[in-house]
């Protein structure tokens, strides 16, 4: 048979008493060292388990207990020196207090944003430049912005009826950029946001207001809030596109021929009046425009004859464009004039501005002569 199919051999036994005693006495021997062994294996791995722990864990731990300290920690002081910090629009308490931990300003953003939070007024805080002490404590950084004292602004007012070469000698005063560099921006139509409906022509779109603007804008910067505060303006009246050119120039006309503002609906009616009996509008203020003559409130016969697409005693209906930036008032009045039959207009105070009207030239002549006998008794350069 194979030797695979063999019986195994007899577990050998010990020849004596004494021998099986020696047997038995190593076997436990061998076993007591295998748990020394076992033992030690174990404390090593315990050992060394607690290195990892001390190596590893414990510095893990260190360090979200350094963030907790830190995330809790704020200056004492009210700060000192200065530093330049910008609020972006939009930015909300987190964005801005990361602003002010990267310049230092506050010592952590978590320590802004718990005072941001406490603060009813701090959602106030307006997009800006800001000069502020540095180290501060969070609560008088959020005070500090809310104070308009520490925002840095170029400031500058542009009163109705400037004409945008007048514009962009204000804003050039107030900021240092040229007018030239203005007059080239106020090409870049897309840029300062001009809509289609303008023509590429930006007279009447630069809304006579006063603006803030960040330290050193750019030509653009200055002039795109002028044109989205005429658009906001419009369309807060109703105004369709389509009738927005045409209102400006329209309202451009009455800004110059109306002094106040009662009359600016009667001015914006006789206009109107004239064109709808096809009649030339014959304003001064249309023709001193076109050959620019801005010195008189009257014009001459050589400057009535001058052709030009704003000469309303040459051309019928409104003159080729704007001829100046209105104001409210008088895009009001463009967009609701007063009723009334009345054809002509003169201002019989050239102080007060106060205006006569009438349905025919009879009642025109008789007012022009009131204009004329106001001028002999204030003699004058008008």
Same mark, same amino acid.
């Given at each position: ?28 021997? +061998? ?6 062994? +076992? @033992?030690?294996?174990?404390?090593? &791995? ?17 360090? =979200? ?8 920690? %704020? ?19 987190? !964005?801005? *207090?990361?602003?002010?931990?990267? &310049?230092?300003?506050?010592? +952590? ?6 005072? #941001? ?18 180290? =501060?404590?969070?609560? %008088?950084?959020?005070? $500090? ?55 590429? %022509?930006?007279? *009447? ?5 006063? #603006? ?11 002039? $795109?809030? =002028? ?19 045409? +209102? ?9 021929? &109306? ?8 001015? &914006? ?40 697409? #704003?000469?309303? #005693? ?23 004039? $007063?009723? *009334? ?19 025919? @030239?009879?009642? /025109?002549?008789?007012?022009? !002569? ?7 008794? /204030?003699? *004058?350069?008008?």
């Amino acid at each position: 048979m194979s030797e695979w199919f063999t019986d195994p051999p007899p577990e050998s036994k010990p020849a004596s008493r004494r021998g099986y005693e020696r047997d038995l006495e190593r076997i436990r021997a +061998t076993r007591r060292r295998r748990r020394i062994v +076992t @033992a030690g294996v174990s404390a090593f &791995a315990l050992a060394t388990l607690g290195v990892v722990t001390v190596l590893v864990v414990l510095p893990f731990i260190d360090e =979200m207990r350094g963030d907790q300290v830190e995330t809790l920690s %704020d200056y004492e002081g009210p700060g000192s020196g200065s530093v330049e910090v910008v609020v972006q629009p939009g930015d909300g308490g987190a !964005a801005i *207090g990361q602003t002010l931990a990267d &310049a230092d300003v506050v010592a +952590t953003a978590d320590a802004f944003i718990e005072a #941001y939070s406490l603060n009813s007024l701090a959602q106030g805080i307006q997009p800006g430049t800001y000069a502020l002490a540095q180290q =501060m404590r969070a609560s %008088d950084a959020v005070a $500090a912005l809310l104070d308009p004292a520490n925002r840095r602004v170029v400031k500058f007012t542009i009163p109705e009826g400037f004409r945008a070469a007048q514009v962009y000698e204000r804003i050039a005063e107030a900021t240092g950029l040229t007018a030239d560099a203005l007059a080239a921006a106020a090409q870049n139509t897309e840029e300062i946001g001009l809509p289609p409906e303008a023509k590429g %022509d930006v007279e *009447g779109w630069l809304f006579p207001a006063t #603006y803030e603007l960040d330290p050193n804008p750019t030509p653009v910067q200055a002039l $795109a809030p =002028m044109v989205a505060k005429t658009i906001d303006v419009l369309e807060g009246f109703g105004a369709e596109p389509k009738v927005w050119r045409k +209102t400006l120039v329209l309202a451009s006309m009455v800004e110059k021929e &109306a002094k106040l503002d009662e009359d600016r609906p009667k001015v &914006a009616r006789v206009f109107l009046n004239r064109v709808k009996q096809d009649m030339l509008l014959q304003s001064d203020a249309t023709v001193s425009y076109g050959v620019g003559n801005f010195a008189s409130v009257f014009t001459t016969p050589e400057e009535r004859e001058n052709d030009n697409p #704003y000469n309303t #005693y040459l051309h019928e209906g409104l003159p080729g464009g704007a001829i100046c930036n209105p104001g409210e008032a008088a895009i009001a009045a463009a967009l609701s004039p $007063a009723k *009334g039959d009345w054809l002509y207009f003169v201002v019989v105070d050239l102080e007060s501005g106060e205006t006569a009207y009438a349905e025919d @030239a009879a009642g /025109h002549e008789q007012n022009v !002569a009131l204009m004329q006998e106001w001028i002999e008794n /204030h003699p *004058g350069d008008y």
